[in-house]
C-alpha cells in the first residue's frame, strides 16, 4: 500500500480548502444524540435541546425511512440554518458509501451549512479508501463553498471489515475525529447470533464448575453460577487501541433497549472506563446517563487531586490510605482531573460540583 509522505499529510487536498488541523480538539461529546430531521415531532424539539446535550446529530442513514431521505437531508439543513447551537456541535450521520444517497447527502449540506456541520459520521466505513473518498471530496465541497475550518470525519465500525482495518481507518486522514462502534451492523456483517442494538446476551457466559458428591462424581445438574460476558468486549479495547494510538476519540454506538435504562447505564460505564469519551444517545433518556457516566464522579476527583498535590513534582512515590501512588498512577489522575477540567468548562452545574470538592494543600 502506498503512504503519504508526512510532509503531505497535512497539505489541503484541494486548492482553496482549509488547513487540516494538526490536533483533533478535546471538545465534550459524552452524548450524541441521535435525531430524525424528517421526524416533524423529532425535530421541532431540537433547538431546545441545545445546551443540555454535547453534540446533537441530524441521522440520515439507518432508522431513517427511504422515502423521507430527501425530506431529512433538507430537514437538517433547515433546522442548522434556523438554529444557534451555542457551545452544542452538530453533526450529521450521512447515508453509505454505495447508497443512492449518500453524494447529495455531501453536495448539498456543505454548501448549505458546512460552516456549523462540525463532524460527519461516515457509516459501514470499511478500509482507508473509504476515509480518502471522503477526505478529497470534502476538500472540494470546503474549496467551492469557502469553508473557513475543516469538516472532521467520524467513522463507524460496524463491518467485519472495517474492525480489521481499524488502525489504517483512524490514520487515513487528518480529519479523523473518532470512531463509534456499531454493534447492530457489527453483529450481522459478522454473522453473530444477536438480535439486540448493543448490550449483553444472556446465551453468552461463563458457567462455575459443577460440585461433586460424596464419591467424586461432577452434580452437573446443580445450581451453578453463571456469569454472562461481555460480547464487545475484544472489538471495543482494540478500537480504543487504535484510537489512542492516532489521537482520535472513541465512542459506544447504540443502546438499542431504550426502556432499560440500568444496562444502558453498565454498557456506557464499561465503555467509559476502557476509554470511550461518549456514546450515542437514540432516546431522551439516554442523554442524562450519557452525561453523568462519561464525567468523572466526584469520589474519583477528589482522589486524583489529593494524587496531583502529594506528588510535587511529579517523580518518585508515595503512599496514600495505603496504596502506592508514582509516575505512572499520577498520569491515570491526570487523565481524569484534564477531563474534569474540559467538560466543567462547558457544564456550569458540574463545574459547581467540581468546585465545591475540598482540594488538599500540595
Ligand atoms: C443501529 C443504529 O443505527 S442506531 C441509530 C439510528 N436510530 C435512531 O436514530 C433512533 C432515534 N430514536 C427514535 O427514532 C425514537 O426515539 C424511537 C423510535 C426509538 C422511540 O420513539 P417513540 O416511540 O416516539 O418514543 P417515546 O414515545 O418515548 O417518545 C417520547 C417523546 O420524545 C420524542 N423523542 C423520541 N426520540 C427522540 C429523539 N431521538 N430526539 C428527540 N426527541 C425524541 C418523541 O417525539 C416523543 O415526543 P412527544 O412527547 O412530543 O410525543
Ligand atoms: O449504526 C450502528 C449500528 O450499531 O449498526
Ligand atoms: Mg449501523
Redesign the pocket.
Known amino acids: 500500500m502506498s503512504h503519504k509522505s508526512a510532509k503531505d499529510f497535512f497539505r489541503p487536498l484541494a486548492v482553496g480548502a482549509p488547513q487540516p488541523l494538526r490536533e483533533i480538539p478535546a471538545r465534550p461529546s459524552r452524548a450524541i444524540?441521535?435525531?430524525?430531521p424528517s421526524n416533524e415531532?423529532?425535530a421541532a424539539?431540537i433547538p431546545a435541546m441545545v445546551g443540555t446535550v454535547d453534540v446533537l446529530l441530524g441521522?440520515l442513514e439507518?432508522?431513517v425511512k427511504a422515502d423521507n431521505k430527501v425530506a431529512a437531508r433538507e430537514g437538517l439543513v433547515r433546522i442548522a440554518q434556523d438554529t444557534d447551537f451555542g457551545p452544542t456541535q452538530l453533526w450529521t450521520r450521512i447515508n453509505a458509501l454505495d447508497s443512492p444517497w449518500v453524494l447529495d447527502d455531501l453536495t448539498t449540506l456543505v454548501p448549505a451549512i458546512g460552516e456549523k456541520l462540525d463532524v460527519i459520521m461516515v457509516p459501514k466505513v470499511q478500509g482507508a479508501e473509504d476515509i480518502h473518498y471522503v477526505d478529497r471530496i470534502l476538500a472540494q465541497l470546503e474549496a467551492k463553498a469557502g469553508i473557513t475550518r475543516p469538516i472532521l470525519v467520524h467513522a463507524i465500525l460496524e463491518t467485519a471489515r472495517g474492525v480489521a482495518n481499524v488502525e489504517e481507518i483512524c490514520g487515513a486522514s487528518p480529519r479523523m475525529q473518532g470512531l463509534s462502534l456499531?454493534p447492530?451492523d457489527l453483529a450481522a456483517d459478522r454473522k453473530m447470533k444477536t438480535t439486540r442494538?448493543g448490550g449483553g446476551h444472556p446465551g453468552y457466559l461463563v458457567r462455575e464448575d459443577a460440585p461433586r458428591d460424596a464419591d467424586g462424581g461432577y452434580l452437573y445438574d446443580a445450581d451453578r453460577f453463571r456469569f454472562q460476558q461481555d460480547l464487545w468486549h475484544y472489538t471495543m479495547a482494540k478500537m480504543v487501541d487504535a484510537c489512542a494510538t492516532h489521537g482520535v476519540y472513541p465512542y459506544w454506538g447504540?443502546f438499542g433497549d431504550?426502556k432499560d435504562t440500568v444496562a444502558c447505564e453498565d454498557q456506557f460505564r464499561n465503555a467509559f472506563l476502557l476509554g470511550c469519551v461518549g456514546a450515542?444517545s437514540?432516546?431522551?433518556v439516554q442523554i442524562e446517563i450519557a452525561n453523568r457516566v462519561f464525567s468523572p464522579s466526584v469520589e474519583d476527583i477528589a482522589h486524583a487531586r489529593r494524587v496531583v498535590a502529594a506528588m510535587g513534582d511529579g517523580t518518585g512515590a508515595v503512599m496514600i490510605d495505603g496504596k502506592m501512588e508514582d509516575d505512572a498512577s499520577l498520569k491515570q489522575c491526570l487523565v481524569l482531573v484534564e477531563l474534569a477540567e474540559e467538560l466543567a468548562a462547558i457544564d456550569p452545574v458540574l463545574k459547581a460540583t467540581y468546585d465545591a470538592i475540598e482540594t488538599p494543600e500540595a
Open positions: 444524540h441521535f435525531f430524525d415531532k423529532m424539539k441521522n439507518d432508522a456499531g447492530a442494538v447504540p431504550i450515542w437514540l432516546h431522551p
